[in-house]
T-cell receptor, first 117, second 111 residues
Framework: GAVVSQHPSWVICKSGTSVKIECRSLDFQATTMFWYRQFPKQSLMLMATSNEGSKATYEQGVEKDKFLINHASLTLSTLTVTSAHPEDSSFYIC?????????????FGPGTRLTVL | SQQGEEDPQALSIQEGENATMNCSYKTSINNLQWYRQNSGRGLVHLILIRSNEREKHSGRLRVTLDTSKKSSSLLITASRAADTASYFCATLKAAGNKLTFGGGTRVLVKP
């Protein structure tokens, strides 16, 4: 099956610093990747759609200048949380889209837990 | 915003019992998917049911889809302690490739 990795799996940082999270599709090419955020005991909320070679599309209410997304290759998308604050502490999950026979199949990474002190 | 609503929000059962959870959605869909998430971990894809399908089975899982009511159910039969997790439905709209997740059901299976 298709594998998606995320790095790091967890990160602790000081308030005001920036944190970069990587999402890689290991054995397939992904023209589209998605970034989700999940607060404790809540569901996944889509933050943005990352398109290879073009600008990301952000969901309503997500600040594009705070959550910088770069999708420079068909196997890598990065999410940078700029000037992180404690309220940005969350579980960030990416998924990669691969067109398949059953249609629009997505594969999820294991998530990155961000704690901002 | 969440398209799907799930109920119950939490479910506690004894090992061996069946667990049923429901998902409702609002717009036309291409397919509906169910995922499991263990605490603090990533998502595990369980099953996908297309809009033209009504029922699907996979091992101890049974999923139904009623597009007229815009609802789906997930049944886990003969539950095990290892089934303890949160379960999420996610819908793929008829147009586009974004998944929209329901609120989730936290299932506790007591040994």
């Amino acid at each position: 099956g298709a594998v998606v990795s995320q790095h790091p799996s967890w990160v602790i940082c000081k308030s005001g610093t920036s944190v970069k999270i990587e999402c890689r599709s290991l054995d397939f090419q992904a023209t589209t990747m998605f970034w989700y955020r999940q607060f404790p005991k809540q569901s996944l909320m889509l933050m943005a759609t990352s398109n290879e070679g073009s600008k990301a599309t952000y969901e309503q209410g997500v600040e594009k200048d705070k959550f910088l997304i770069n999708h420079a290759s068909l196997t890598l998308s990065t999410l940078t949380v700029t000037s992180a604050h404690p309220e940005d502490s969350s579980f960030y999950i990416c998924s990669a889209h691969r067109s398949g026979v059953i249609g629009n199949e997505q594969f999820f990474g294991p998530g990155t837990r961000l704690t901002v002190l | 915003s969440q398209q799907g609503e799930e109920d119950p929000q939490a479910l506690s059962i004894q090992e061996g019992e069946n667990a049923t959870m429901n998902c409702s959605y609002k717009t036309s869909i291409n397919n509906l998917q169910w995922y499991r998430q263990n605490s603090g971990r990533g998502l595990v894809h369980l099953i996908l049911i297309r809009s033209n399908e009504r029922e699907k089975h996979s091992g101890r899982l049974r999923v139904t889809l009623d597009t007229s009511k815009k609802s789906s159910s997930l049944l886990i039969t003969a539950s095990r302690a290892a089934d303890t997790a949160s379960y999420f439905c996610a819908t793929l709209k008829a147009a586009g490739n974004k998944l929209t997740f329901g609120g989730g059901t936290r299932v506790l299976v007591k040994p």
